[in-house]
């Protein structure tokens, strides 16, 4: 469960490395898997200009989709499943990915919420 003020590690190739919600869009208070959240980025990659590599810089304020959560979350079969970080994708108004490749694995929950095309770019799914 992400939270006002939860940080969050950005997985995506879009220049972000960290960010931080700052609000939690149509789900109450706490997001889960698959949920959006407004994130503030607060560490991108070297350089401060925005580059084709580097989309993002410090200080941009974006969408983000929660990809990971250290709370675990209940699968219909009854299996819990957490990780040990909490990350984002941060994604445009049609909630397509920023970043055109995801670096690390995800949770399958995005495909049963609508995010398939974060979960196809994932190198794995858990």
């Known amino acids: 469960m992400i939270g006002l003020k939860g940080i969050l590690k950005v997985i995506d190739n879009s220049g972000a490395t960290l960010a931080e919600c700052i609000r939690v869009v149509r789900a109450g208070k706490f997001a889960s898997l698959g ?3 407004v994130v503030v980025v607060k560490k991108a990659r070297s350089g401060s200009s925005v580059t084709a590599a580097n ?6 304020i974006h969408h983000a989709i929660i990809v990971r959560t250290k709370s675990p979350v209940r699968r219909p079969d009854g299996r819990y499943v957490r990780f040990d970080d909490n990350a984002c994708v941060l994604v445009n108004k049609e909630c397509e990915p ?4 995801i670096l690390s694995v995800v949770a399958n929950e995005l495909r049963t919420k609508h995010h398939t095309k974060i979960a196809s770019l994932a190198p794995r799914t858990i």
Do not use: H, P, S
């Not at 989309?55 to 941009?60: A, H, P």
């Not at 920023?98 to 490749?101: D, I, Q, S, V």
């Open 35 to 37: 949920d959006e959240v």
């Open 55 to 60: 989309k993002v810089k410090r200080g941009d």
């Open 98 to 101: 920023l970043g055109t490749r």
